[in-house]
């Protein structure tokens, strides 16, 4: 998800680089927010759907459905859609930013610098997580969450600066070595103080006020191993990206143009997908790689044939333009 972040920045920078302002923000309302306020009913109903679905074929029925059973009044979440809520916030933000001047030009150049990146990020992932439980939730609630703000809110901004100054990232290749050997430690350091999985109580005590408790022991350190593990492995994979995938290809502009679908979709598919593999014996890897393979290929081959070419895909990715 922060990849996602500083991919969304990087875009949006690149939108009010080839339009106005009022149009960048027409833009993202309808390709973001509309989408949002249109799937977010249709998620609830099939949520339902789905679970009762699963409740009524799966042996043993899994232990999330006794939380179902005792909460009353969960509190109202945007499921999976939390990324398009989130996203519509931070490009108002931005927005507002570029119409009102308020930075001048500022607002690019520092979010790409170095020192940004290397001092300022890791302090505002720590301050943004502490108060969260490990691993920290999706902020999925209707009400801004200002934790994400400083979280994911500051890879948006280093995405935003990556755009203005595309240079520092070719330069950044030749830092992968350490960088991998850096996530390699931080990331035994996260996961050697990772505490057990919550019990069925704590889940239920969870879904009733909206938020984990978070662990105190050794809580610090477990945040910084954790803010830094997630700093690396972005860095990496966004660098690993930028070396490998930076060229035309039908074949990756094929599955960009499905990715926004199978986001919408994906989380009930592997709902109904999963809750028939609960009745076999199959290995859990067997099940893990069924669930996601299937889930892409519906994704993929729904957005081919039922998406692409009508105002479904315009809504989601815009109007296609003929070629000259």
């Known amino acids: 998800m922060p990849l996602f972040f500083i991919i969304a920045g990087f875009c949006s920078a690149l939108l009010i680089g080839k339009s106005s302002n009022a149009r960048f923000l027409r833009h993202r309302s309808q390709h973001i927010l509309l989408p949002f306020i249109v799937f977010l009913p249709l998620s609830f109903v099939i949520y339902y759907h789905a679970l009762s679905f699963g409740a009524d074929i799966a ?8 939380v179902f059973k005792v909460v009353k009044e969960p509190v109202v979440s945007t ?25 001048g030009n500022k ?41 994400s703000y400083g979280f994911y809110g500051s890879f948006y901004c280093l995405g935003v600066g990556l755009n203005k100054k595309q240079q520092l990232i070719s330069s950044y290749h030749k830092y992968l070595w350490p960088l991998i050997l850096g996530v390699a430690l931080s990331l035994t350091g996260y996961f050697s103080l990772l505490p057990a999985a919550p019990s069925l109580d704590e889940v239920i005590a969870a879904a009733t006020s909206g938020y984990f408790a978070a662990a105190r022991e050794l809580y610090v ?16 994979t966004f660098l690993l990206g930028h070396r490998f995938l930076n060229h035309k290809s039908k074949l990756s502009r094929s599955i960009s143009n499905a990715s926004y679908w199978i986001y919408l979709i994906h989380a009930p598919v592997l709902i109904y997908i999963q809750m028939p593999l609960i009745n076999t014996n199959l290995p ?14 519906i994704g993929q081959i729904s957005y ?21």
């Open 59 to 66: 042996n043993p029925i899994p232990p999330i459905f006794a």
């Open 79 to 103: 499921m999976h859609l939390w990324f398009l809520w989130n996203l519509y916030q931070f490009c108002l933000i931005h927005w507002l930013l570029k119409t009102t001047n308020l930075l």
């Open 107 to 147: 607002f690019d150049g520092l979010s790409a610098h170095p020192l940004f990146m290397w001092v300022v990020l890791p302090i505002v992932l720590t301050l943004s997580l502490m108060g969260q439980s490990i691993p920290f939730p999706a902020p999925d609630k209707l009400t801004p969450q200002l934790w």
């Open 221 to 236: 350190l477990h945040v910084l191993s954790q803010g830094l593990s997630i700093i690396l492995l972005t860095a990496i």
């Open 284 to 297: 859990v890897l067997v099940k893990f790689v069924i669930s996601v393979v299937v889930t892409l290929l």
């Open 304 to 324: 081919l044939l039922l998406v692409k070419n009508t105002w479904l895909g315009a809504l989601l990715n815009g109007r296609r333009t003929k070629k000259r």
